[in-house]
Nanobody, 126 residues
Framework: QVQLVESGGGLVQAGGSLRLSCAAS????????LGWYRQAPGKEREFVAA????????YYSDSVKGRFTALRDTAKNTMDLQMNSLELEDTAVYYC???????????????????WGQGTQVTVSS
């Protein structure tokens, strides 16, 4: 089993920046992919970004490409999401996820990940 704990959420003004972090523990040797997802009120959960455990590969949704960056500290069992130029539409609960395999784009978007964190709230105000 893998445990994931998110941190760094909060309230930020539109146009501002925020950095989320996800700490992984447990059977981390089994992880090949880490991802960020979000769920806004009244909406379905959506894929945001993914990064491979070795930090070689990344993949982003079109809605955040160029504004968000997924980062891996390979010396630590952590993954960050640097969010810049935040928009009101970025308000959501953000979830960290992990999987034993690096997936194709369809699978990332479907949310078929093996492990999930509890989520952290990000609120963007005008």
């Amino acid at each position: 089993q893998v445990q994931l704990v998110e941190s760094g959420g909060g309230l930020v003004q539109a146009g501002g920046s925020l950095r989320l972090s996800c700490a992984a523990s447990g059977s981390i040797f089994s992880i090949n992919a880490l991802g960020w997802y979000r769920q806004a009120p009244g909406k379905e959960r959506e894929f945001v970004a993914a990064i491979s455990w070795n930090a070689v590969s990344t993949y982003y949704s079109d809605s955040v490409k160029g504004r968000f960056t997924a980062l891996r500290d390979t010396a630590k069992n952590t993954m960050d999401l640097q969010m810049n130029s935040l928009e009101l539409e970025d308000t959501a609960v953000y979830y960290c996820a992990a999987d034993r395999e690096w997936k194709n784009s369809h699978s990332f978007h479907s949310g078929a990940m093996d492990f999930w964190g509890q989520g952290t709230q990000v609120t963007v105000s005008s």
